[in-house]
């Protein structure tokens, strides 16, 4: 029973002590990552913060603005060790049921173009690119555009 248990994701609330275990997972998968500011100002700022555990570990976490009827999805990412595993589309699923629990009619959110994984992953769950804007991501060279994608909650 115990090695079932571990085998399925839990999710709990982020807290200011996950900050630094969060931080160094952001800072070996993106080039351009979330500092500690920018998670602790999401804390402090009452959005959605919430991590996902595997056996105590944290694997994943996704960071959701809602208000008024729609979800901003501003951070979604799987720790490089565990990623392509299937753990990308169940946190999404979860973040999904979120904004539906929250009464969101809509999810938004930015990606870089670049970032086929992302663009894959939320394509095959139902998002579409409705808009790009321009130069909105630092990139090694200049500014990179986000492709802004959406997903309708019926
Ligand atoms: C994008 C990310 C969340 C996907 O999570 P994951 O656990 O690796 O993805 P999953 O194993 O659940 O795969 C789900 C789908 O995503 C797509 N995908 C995931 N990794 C991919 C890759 N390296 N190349 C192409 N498609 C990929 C595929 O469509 C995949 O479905 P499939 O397995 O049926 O082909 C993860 O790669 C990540 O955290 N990347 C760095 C941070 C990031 O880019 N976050 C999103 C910013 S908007």
């Not at 997972?25 to 999401?42: A, L, M, Q, V």
């Not at 402090?44 to 729609?70: S, T």
């Not at 086929?116 to 690119?129: D, K, V």
């Amino acid at each position: 029973m115990s090695a079932l248990l571990d085998n399925l994701p839990l999710y709990r609330h982020m807290t200011a002590d996950d900050v630094d275990t969060v931080t160094a997972i952001e800072n070996k998968i993106y080039p351009h990552p979330w500092t500690r500011g920018n998670f602790s100002d999401s804390l402090n700022a009452g959005y959605h913060c919430w991590i996902m555990e595997l056996g105590g570990e944290i694997v994943g976490y996704g960071v959701i603005m809602i208000a008024v009827g729609e979800a901003h999805l501003l951070n979604m990412s799987i720790a490089a060790e565990w990623q392509r595993r299937g753990l990308g589309r169940e946190l999404l699923k979860f973040v999904v049921k979120l904004a539906r629990d929250f009464l969101a009619h809509k999810i938004y959110l930015e990606v870089r173009p670049s970032n086929i994984a992302g663009r894959r992953l939320y394509a095959s769950a139902g998002f579409s690119e409705i808009a790009t804007r321009r130069g909105y991501y630092p990139a090694t060279r200049g500014r990179e555009d986000a492709v802004i994608m959406e997903l309708e909650l019926k």
